[in-house]
Each structure stands twice: as structure tokens, then as C-alpha cells.
């Protein structure tokens, strides 16, 4: 039950910085539009740009809970509550922004295959919100997790995909789904696409909790006798 | 509503109300009620906010102070170390159930600290402590979400404490009561005032009745009249059973409490 409040309350409290969620709707659109011309490029930049604004916007709503969570798990909370509520909320956030994109995608452009250019879409939002969940983890303060999260993004774009380097980036998933949607090819690219997300996100929500649990355990002292 | 007196007695108990006590008031209720020839609840409204609001009343009565109930809070020899420099070392206290603790010293003297180590927040680099599980803790400031108003955050922690939210927002409202606010329903807390603000702290603190309140310098912000309604609520909940521990640089705060607790006396000589 918490996790659903705190899901619910979350998703609240993003849809009052309306300023903030229009920049987080705003950013993908910018990278889609400088290449609208060329269908593959500016969709696989779409979703990269997704990636970054529901990563980015996650880690902002997790340094602003910083001083409530101990408080929480005071009053009684689990930190698997906290975290998975929190990541819940984001990655709904994040894929109602790719829901929207993907509309847009299937009319203003004729790609080969839409219904995985939405898959792309849907599995860059389910794993940007672990991600920025973990960047924020890591790195306390904002501007730090800003820049490295920046710094990720910048290297997903520009590596070449099929070099270890991009694979090692978290998107790598958006790049190889993206590519099967746009130029078709195998289909095991899309299986390991997948498997790239489903690792990443297992990676980051694993280590989102793991850090979290240590830093909101509570001192377990014996009751008085 | 015929389970009523039952969930009242239950709210009493969980109040920190002696069994045969509470027994006695929710029979007294019950016959008041059917003076009026009234279901309960029609009279007294819900059984959970008229037990607080009794317990409020009750110690309005200038009664003879119980005797001190359990230890819900032990301290031996407690030291915090940050690298190389002692913060305190062999910190002694013990806080009886009915009972109200000041911790009083300089600032940077690890007041907060101390605090949060009573709360399970900071480990302790020595010494032993012994604390009841159910716990309060205010920070000095923070410890609220910005964007959401004071109800939600009752939802929010009520739901940590395992409160359905109809119950978590009316107890917060009739405790926001007792310190004369009245919580605007559409109002985020980073409009409100930093005494308001402290109060929503306060009001969070307490949402889940705890057995054990920790305060660390809760009146901040607050004006005159919400100063004095903050301390008769520090005897309301001592005279109720629980162990209040406050964090105050305020002299004048220690006439009323059972134990002072001078944290500069503990700071190492050549560190101060």
C-alpha cells in the first residue's frame, strides 16, 4: 500500500511543476525536429531524448525526497515501498511521454515497422527512470547528477552502436530496437535490445535499492528493560 | 456503529492510556451517549479523534502527575566520532514513559546528532541504547515534499504507518487543531510559513502515536501563542504516558522538564 501512495502522491507532486513537466515533454520533441527530414535518425534521437529528460526528471524528484524518505521509513515505511512507489510514478510519467511521441511519430512519418519504433519508445522510458533513480543514488547533488546524466546521453548519441563502448551505455537497447524499426534487418536485434534493457534496468533498480538500503537503515536497538 | 465504544477504548490504549482507565472512559462515554438516546458516534463524532480530543481535555485538569511509567529511552556512554574529532563521548540519559528530556548545549555540539542516534538515523560510534519501537522524530527543518499540501503529506505518512488515508487526514487535521492551524486543502507546503511549516513537522511527527516523541528545536517560526500551545501539547503527551525529548537552546524551556541533558559538559577538552 505505501508504494502506491507514494506512486500516487509523486505523480501528484511532478504534475504541479508544470513548468518543469513541459521542459521534461519539451526536450524529446527539439531532437526530434532538427532531423525531422530523416525518418530513422530524428525517431532514434526522439527516444534518446525521452531517455535523457525521464532520467534527468527522476533524479530531481529523488534528491527533492531526500529529507522526507528517512522520515518515512521512521514512521514504520519499507525502503522497497519508497523506491519501487517512486519508480512506478516516473516510469508512468516516462511512458505516457512516449505514448504521446509515438502518435506523433506514426503521423508525422512513415516508418517500416511503428508498432517497434513505440516499443523502442516504451523500453527508453521504462529504463531512463531506474537510471536517474541510480544517478541520483550515487551522486547527492543535482548538478553532479545532472552532468553525468548529460555526459551518458551525449556518449549514447555519438558512439558508433556497434562499438563496445556504446553497448555498455544504457540506451544501447533504443539504439538496436530502433534501427530493426527503422531499416529492418534481424529480428535478434530486437531480442537483444530486450535483453540490454531488461540487464540495465535489473542493474539499475538493483542498485538504486541496494544504495538506498543502506543509506535509510535504521539502527535496530533492543526495547528498555 | 456498534463496535464504536470498542474502537474508542482501542484508541485510548494505543494513546498510551492505562487499560483500566480507558476502560472507564469509554464505558462513562457510552452512558453519556445514551443519555441522548444516540448511537456514539452521532454524539462524539469518530472514535479515533474523540479519544485524542479527550486525552487533550483530560490534561487541561490540573490532576496529580502519574508516576513515571517504563524506560522507552536508555543512553550508555554514547560517542559520536567524525574522522578524528569527537563530537560527545560518554553520553548517559534515561527517559521514563511521562517524562520530558531537554538536551540543551553551544551550537555545533551534536545536539541533531544526538537526536538522530536516539532515532536510528546515525549510528553511534560507542555506547549502548535501548529505545522503544515506536518512535517520533521532528527535524529541525525539512523533512516535508514542497509541492504536496499538508493533507497529502498526512496521507503520505499515514500510509507508512499503515493508516488508511480517510483515518491518516482526519487525525492530522484535529492535531494541526490543537496547534491553532487549520490546513488549506489546495495550499503545496512550500507556501506556507516556516512556524507553519514546523507545525506540519510537528503534526507528522506525532500522525502514528508514537510511544516516544524526539524534537529537535520544533518551535522554530512559531509566534507567541503557538509556542505556549506547543509546550501544553509537550505535557499533554507527557501526562498521556510518553517519553517527550527536546532539543532547546532556549533556558527559560527547562523549568518544565524532567531531565536536562548539557551536551557541551560532554565535548572533550581542547575540541571546543
Redesign the interface.
Known sequence: ??AL??AS?SA??IS??WVALALVVALPLWFYLVRRDLAGQSTRMLALGIGWSVSTLTLFVVN??R??D????????STA?IIGGRLLALSGVGLSVAFAYWLLVGVDQDLRNWWLAGLMMAVTALVAAPLGSLIGALLPRELEGALALLSICAVQMLADPSDTVAKLMPFWSTREIGTYAVDGGSLDMVWRGLGHAGLVWLICTGGTLAIFSKRLR???????? | MSDWPEMFEAELLRLGLQPGRASQLAEETTQQAAEYAAPPADVFGPAHLYARHLLAELKAVPLKRLEPG?????LRGVAKRYRRRTVFAGVDLRVRGGEVAAIVGANGCGKSTLLK?C??????TAGE?????R???V?QD???????TAE?HF???G????MV?GRARSTGIHLASRLAWRPGRRQ?VQQLSGGTRQKLNLV?GE??APDLLLLDEPYQGFDQGTYLDFWQQVFAWRDAGRAVVVVTHLLHDLQNVDHVLDLGAYLTGGER
Open positions: 500500500m505505501t501512495v507514494v502522491l501528484r507532486e504541479r511543476r527533492a525526497s529529507s522526507v528517512p522520515r518515512l521509513r521512521l514512521t514504520g515505511a515501498g535504521l539502527q535496530n536497538y533492543p526495547e528498555p528493560t | 517504563p524506560v522507552l529511552l536508555q542516534i532515532a536510528g538515523l546515525t549510528r553511534p541504547i535501548r529505545r522503544t519501537r518512535v517520533g522524530f527535524p525539512g523533512g516535508t515534499a514542497g509541492w504536496l497529502e496521507t503520505l505518512f500510509a507508512a504507518a499503515g488515508p503545496p507528522l500522525l502514528h
